[in-house]
């Protein structure tokens, strides 16, 4: 009797230890509120009102696909399992933005994401080629069969295999090196926008019917003036038209569609940055393989009239960064208790946590440190310009889980239960932090 009472003592401390219950304190009366609400003030006084000059654009892309097998990234039921092969070759893809007294970078990764450790890296090394992470703008197509080795922790090995300092250091210097290339084809450009509604190819996965979908394939076009164009674009599908059996390094549906524009008439360079993917999968299917991923860009491919996109002079560029507060940590075991923060610390790697906003002309692009929910997007719209093209990607060199709809936090599901790691109301705070950082790089 004396083991079992000093036995279920024990439990007992132990759950005291390391589980507590859910804060449901509404973001509106949270000091990390208040904090964001007061850092969004200073960069209003702060930002300096953009400059009317002509911008010059440069693109490149750099293979990152690894000269030795590697643990592939994405999916946790492969246990870490290194790459056979390859199928398509990795690349990293980036633009330059620049005038006389501003530049920006845009990079996106064929990668699950674009791991935290590589950007504390590129911390540390942009300012030797005259950048830093303030004016880099950073996404990925969030593939899930691409390399891994990046995740330096407990959660970050279980989707990325065993972590890797080599690989971190080499997709860093990967990142630079597009940043440079693309800096040196500047050239005066134009810039154009488009959006194709492309509702039958992606569908809500978290609660179906019950929710709505971000149906559109958003396009921007840029020309040089030397005739040379390239397409960035966006859309709300999960790259997951590949399966957990996939071994081979591969780039999913993103890369069969920057593939195929580029066999567009009169288009040179493509690329393809995850938009507000969480909630949502292709509706060509969760899981598949590669004739899934051919059916899905060549859809997307055909709803493209670049032709018909108009053009005109680029002038305003800027862009801003925001270190972000949030609630702690709320990784739940139940409904209504989870474990203390120093649990999920103990079994993750520190991330960064902020929001960009880059502004090209009337099209603003905000980047989130998440798989950030397309269900989301109609909310941040209502509180904007009407004239301001908005564009939300996701996994901007940070990452802090799935930020859904508020109204789904208490689903048992993987989106809002196991991938939720911040609490309750994350969806509307970020609605709004959004919101204000795009009406303050746009006014």
């Known amino acids: 009797m004396k083991w079992v009472g000093g036995a279920i003592g024990f439990i007992l401390l132990l759950s005291v230890l390391i589980i507590q219950p859910v804060d449901r304190t509404h973001f509106l009366d949270s000091d990390y509120f208040q904090i964001a609400e007061n850092k969004v003030d200073s960069l209003r006084t702060s930002l300096k009102s953009l400059s009317n000059q002509s911008i010059d654009i440069g693109w490149a892309k750099v293979n990152i696909t690894p000269n030795k097998l590697t643990p592939l990234s994405g999916y946790g039921s492969r246990k870490g399992a290194l790459a056979v092969g390859v199928h398509d070759s990795l690349w990293a893809r980036g633009f330059v933005f620049k005038n006389k007294t501003n530049k920006i970078a845009f990079i996106t990764l064929d990668a699950l994401i674009v791991p935290p450790t590589v950007t504390r890296q590129l911390m540390e090394r942009l300012p030797s080629i005259g950048y830093d992470i303030n004016n880099v703008y950073l996404s990925a197509t969030h593939t899930h069969s ?61 609660v179906g019917n019950k929710g709505i979908i971000d149906p559109w394939f958003r396009v921007v076009k840029f020309k040089k003036q030397t005739g040379e164009s390239a397409l960035l674009t966006t859309f709300a599908a999960h790259a997951t038209c590949l399966s957990s059996d996939e071994l081979k390094f591969s ?87 989870r474990f203390r923060p120093w649990v999920f610390h103990w079994l993750t790697e520190d991330s960064p946590q902020y929001i960009t906003a880059l502004r090209l002309g009337n099209n603003v692009f905000s980047g989130t440190p998440c798989d950030f929910s397309g269900e989301l997007i109609p909310e941040i719209k209502n509180g904007i310009d009407r004239n301001i093209n908005l564009i939300v990607t996701s996994f901007n060199g940070g990452y802090i889980g799935y930020i859904t709809k508020d109204c789904w936090y208490d689903l048992k599901e993987y989106e809002t239960f196991i991938m939720n790691w911040f609490g309750p109301n994350n969806g509307q705070y970020f609605v709004q932090l959004i919101q204000e950082l795009v009406n303050i790089i746009s006014s």
């Open 251 to 337: 780039r999913d549906y993103p890369g069969q569609l920057v593939d195929s524009l580029e066999t567009l008439s009169g288009i040179e360079f493509a690329a393809y940055a995850a938009g507000g993917v969480g909630s949502h999968r292709p509706e060509s299917g969760g899981n598949g393989q590669h004739d899934r991923t051919r059916w899905l860009a060549s859809m997307l491919k055909q709803k493209v009239q670049h032709n018909a996109i108009q053009l005109s002079q680029l002038n305003a560029i800027g862009m801003t960064f925001m270190n972000i507060p949030l609630r702690d940590a709320h990784w739940r075991i139940s409904e209504n208790w």
């Open 146 to 206: 691409s390399v891994g080795g990046w995740g330096n922790s407990f959660v970050g090995e279980l989707f990325a295999g065993e972590y890797d300092q080599n690989i971190v250091n080499q997709l860093t210097s990967d990142i630079l090196d597009v940043i440079q290339e693309a800096e040196l084809s500047t050239s005066p450009s134009s810039i154009g926008y488009a959006n194709y509604e492309a509702s039958e190819l992606v569908t809500n996965r978290l």
